[in-house]
T-cell receptor, first 114, second 114 residues
């Protein structure tokens, strides 16, 4: 199983809503990542978890709150988002967080903030 | 200045034809260089991965080359199919002892027409 799954596929939320994105992998990977991708742009790294601990936060606003409840799951909690936060949110995982390990991407969640 | 530059930005070819996409990078030292295929609204899927000591890597109709001296890579697609229509992203991983931060190119958008 080399699949990273993400739910939901699409999400529309208002600026006052609270929602969560979910990511799951069963490859035994110990590093998991959140990326944000705007249209026609490359993905931008948001967070890195290694062994269920947050190791990197790329200066992401606090309205995005990541959580890693166990080694297979990664959540991204959303609160008080802005319309400019509308994007494709990608989750990825790798065996470890070192440079030589390949990252496997999920299909993404298309988020629209109204 | 982006450390990974791709050309062309977009390309249209007819089904069955070959094409070559270019990637120039300034990242140094680097651990590996990858080519990803990304369908619109989906997560990137790895096509090839090469370390700095490798010159070529094939995956079916996709062949990637790497010249570490000139810091150039290319992705050659043979006998294109309609399903090859996607963005192709060149990604370089800097050599570091830390986490696996990928440096993405802006991608080449390929359209294959019947």
């Amino acid at each position: 199983d080399t699949e990273v799954t993400q739910t939901p596929k699409h999400l529309v939320m208002g600026m006052t809503n609270k929602k969560s994105l979910k990511c799951e992998q069963h490859m035994g990977h110990r590093a998991m990542y959140w990326y944000k991708q705007k249209a026609k742009k490359p993905p931008e790294l948001m967070f890195v978890y290694s062994y269920e601990k947050l190791s990197i936060n790329e200066s992401v606003p606090s309205r995005f709150s990541p959580e890693c409840p166990n080694s297979s799951l990664l959540n991204l909690h959303l609160h008080a988002l802005q319309p400019e936060d509308s994007a494709l949110y990608l989750c990825a995982s790798s065996q470890e967080s070192g440079a030589s390990y390949e990252q496997y991407f999920g299909p993404g969640t298309r988020l629209t903030v109204t | 200045k982006n450390q990974v530059e791709q050309s062309p930005q977009s390309l249209i070819i007819l089904e069955g034809k070959n094409c070559t996409l270019q990637c120039n990078y300034t990242v140094s030292p680097f651990s590996n260089l990858r080519w990803y295929k990304q369908d619109t609204g989906r997560g990137p899927v790895s096509l090839t991965i090469m370390t700095f000591s490798e010159n070529t890597k094939s995956n079916g109709r996709y062949t990637a080359t790497l010249d570490a001296d000139t810091k150039q890579s290319s992705l050659h697609i043979t006998a294109s199919q309609l399903s090859d229509s996607a963005s192709y992203i060149c990604v370089v991983t800097p050599w570091s002892g830390g986490y696996n931060k990928l440096i993405f190119g802006a991608g080449t958008r390929l359209a294959v027409h019947p």
